[in-house]
């Protein structure tokens, strides 16, 4: 094991910047940032790399959560239980809010995978150890067998990466978000009605909407991806470089607010896949049944106030 | 073993063994959790809810039960006090009945008793007077014996006197 005395605390990132030692070289210096995983080792063609196993271990803490908890479970909840039916009872209310009873009991279990599988993949970035513990570059010498420091203190590896720092991790959940919700549209409208949502050449406007519509959905593939990616690297890059800079100290500041983006990142996902699976369930005809409903309580509404006055 | 190495295969590190390995994790992980783990959830949770919802039908079974066995013990008790208020209101008219025999009887034989007193006095009376009359017919032969100087027939003497102090009587 090879240890940074630099990455004590996350650290990911590098450059120019370092600390001076009294010598007048650095003590340690800021890591390089790759946007890209780092491959560990392969089995044949498959690359495994850090970011997989953080993304492997934060499967193993949902699974241990959930089969924990629901291995033998009591109706008087208590412990781990009581802890996870909470969290479940939570989102399974919100599911049932956004899209219905039947609906939302039906769309519960994805979305709650979703929700807890980034949940932990973006919060294993302030476990200690990821980003920090790593394989050393050919050619670097460290110190009392592990510890990187001086120049040396930028060059590995690391072993664990935050899975949702990763494009493959957050395009993979964007897709798979994006694909069964189109399932649910061709399965609960039908082919002919779902794909009309898209194609509609009975007036002009119409078309252009559908064409829209499409364009929404690669879009929405772009959007989910990036924006988790996005916020979960930047809160990493940020906690390395604090960590660099002001060891200890620099990134528990932040980490409270690290747990903060993680949790809302990882909600903002599942919330915005319930809504479009909730959109992709109703046909446009509902759509504009529900509009003049609500145009039509609203000029109640109106009526019963103006008869009032 | 491979010397690790940054991926950069396609732009911002995306490759695709990643992205089909992401998928099939994301893959696994829901049919884990909505095999095992869901379906455990919601058939406690649903449990529980009817558990819940029957606790409640049955407190407001009891409630409603309740009213109505305090309805019935309240006609229970009226009934009682009602029953009562008979019962004492028909002691009364029976103690009172009693109290008039009582006295009624008391009466009776408070008169029989002065009746029985009264006979006695008189048959007491009587005996006296014949005791009396007895002793004053034998003073009064004494007594005329010692004026005439002679002894009269007995049986005479008792009948004349007898036939006297009759007709003083």
């Known amino acids: 094991m090879f240890w940074p005395i630099s990455h004590l605390l996350p ?58 908890a629901t291995r033998k479970m009591a109706i008087v909840p ?26 939302g009991r039906r769309f519960f279990p994805f979305v709650a995978t979703i929700f807890f599988y980034l949940l932990f993949a973006n919060w294993t970035e302030i476990i200690p150890g990821v980003d920090s513990l790593g394989t050393p570059m050919p050619g670097t010498h ?16 690391p072993w664990v990466r935050p899975a949702s720092s990763d494009l493959n991790f957050t395009l993979a959940i964007a897709l798979i978000s994006v694909v069964v919700t189109q399932i649910y549209g061709f399965r609960t409208l039908g082919f002919r009605q779902h794909v009309g949502k898209y194609l509609n050449f009975r007036d002009p406007i119409g078309f252009i909407v559908g064409i829209l519509e499409i364009v929404a959905e690669f879009a929405r593939i772009i959007s989910f991806s990036f924006r988790l990616f996005g916020n979960v690297f930047a809160g990493d890059v940020l906690l390395i ?15 409270p607010l690290e747990l903060f983006v993680g949790f809302i990142q990882a909600f903002v996902f599942s919330a915005l896949t319930l809504v479009f699976l909730s959109l992709a369930i109703t046909s446009h005809e509902d759509e504009h049944a529900s509009a003049a409903h609500t145009e039509h309580s609203e000029v109640g509404e109106l009526a019963s106030a103006d008869a009032v006055h | 073993m491979l010397v690790p190495h940054v991926v950069a295969d396609l732009p911002l590190g995306i490759n695709p063994w990643l992205l089909g390995a992401q998928l099939l994790n994301f893959g696994i992980l829901y049919f884990i959790l909505a095999k095992f783990a869901f379906p455990a959830l919601y058939k406690t949770l649903d449990q529980r809810a009817a558990t819940i919802r029957q606790g409640v039908e049955n407190s407001e079974r009891a409630k409603t039960e309740l009213a109505k066995a305090q309805q019935q013990a309240d006609g229970i008790i009226q009934a009682a006090q009602q029953r009562s208020q008979q019962i004492i209101a028909d002691a009364g008219t029976a103690g009172e009945r009693v109290r008039a025999q009582i006295e009624a009887e008391a009466k009776a034989r408070a ?45 005479d003497q008792r009948r004349l006197v007898e036939q006297f102090l009759t007709e003083v009587r």
Not at chain 1, 28 to 51: A, H, R, S
Not at chain 2, 136 to 141: E, G, M, N, R, V
Request: net charge negative; hydrophobic share 50%; glycine share 10%.
């Open chain 1, 11 to 68: 650290s990911l990132t590098g450059g120019a910047t370092h600390i001076l030692a009294d010598a007048g070289g650095p003590l340690w210096l800021l890591p390089g940032i790759d946007v890209g995983p780092t491959t560990l080792f392969t089995i044949g063609p498959f690359p495994v790399t850090n970011t997989l196993i953080n993304s492997w271990l934060s499967m193993i803490i949902v699974l241990v959560l959930f089969l924990g």
């Open chain 2, 111 to 155: 008169a029989e008793i002065a009746e029985q007193n009264r006979r006695r006095m008189a048959q007491e009376e009587a005996q006296a007077q014949n005791a009396l009359r007895q002793q004053t017919a034998d003073l009064a032969i004494q007594a005329a014996s010692v004026v005439v100087g002679r002894s009269l027939d007995n049986s």
């Open chain 1, 142 to 157: 460290p110190v009392a067998g592990i510890f990187l420091l001086g120049n040396d203190s930028n060059k590995f590896y």
């Open chain 1, 241 to 255: 470089v604090l960590g660099t800079l002001l060891p200890f100290i620099g990134p528990t500041v932040f980490y």
């Open chain 1, 78 to 103: 208590k412990g781990l239980q009581n802890f996870v039916e909470w969290g479940a009872g939570l989102l399974i209310d919100f599911c049932e809010e956004v899209a219905g009873k039947p609906w």
